[in-house]
Nanobody, 124 residues
Framework: VQLQASGGGSVQAGGSLGLSCVASSRSFSTYGLGWFRQAPGKEREFVAAISWSAVNTRHADSVKGRFTISRDNAKNTVYLQMNSLKPEDTAVYFC??????????????????WGQGTLVTVSS
């Protein structure tokens, strides 16, 4: 599975950005999908995840109410809409795919497939 993330950029605090991630797999609709981020000097952390059917989602407390994960299986694409951005949201954002039934845990080791990352910079 190859994942290609896009949509990063620079925005002022309070602004919005939308990230997209396209997958190359025919089995895309069977995967749980997640977004993670890694800020400079910090460990990679969970942001949001969505089930194969899009019925179930989970968002980290730090982004709940501001970020929304969604997917379109017909387009092999997962999205992350980010609103009310804060400087502490600055990070490289990665999309990832999981074949595990525990995709919702947000654990890095549940996600064997990763995109290359896209940089989001939020200025104050």
């Amino acid at each position: 599975v190859q994942l290609q993330a896009s949509g990063g950029g620079s925005v002022q605090a309070g602004g919005s950005l939308g990230l997209s991630c396209v997958a190359s797999s025919r089995s895309f609709s069977t995967y749980g999908l997640g977004w993670f981020r890694q800020a400079p000097g910090k460990e990679r952390e969970f942001v949001a995840a969505i089930s194969w059917s899009a019925v179930n989602t989970r968002h980290a407390d730090s982004v709940k109410g501001r970020f929304t994960i969604s997917r379109d299986n017909a387009k092999n694409t997962v999205y992350l809409q980010m609103n009310s951005l804060k400087p502490e949201d600055t990070a490289v954002y990665f999309c990832a795919a999981s074949m595990s039934g525990t995709w919702y845990r947000g654990r890095i080791d549940d996600y064997p497939y990763w995109g290359q990352g896209t940089l989001v910079t939020v200025s104050s």
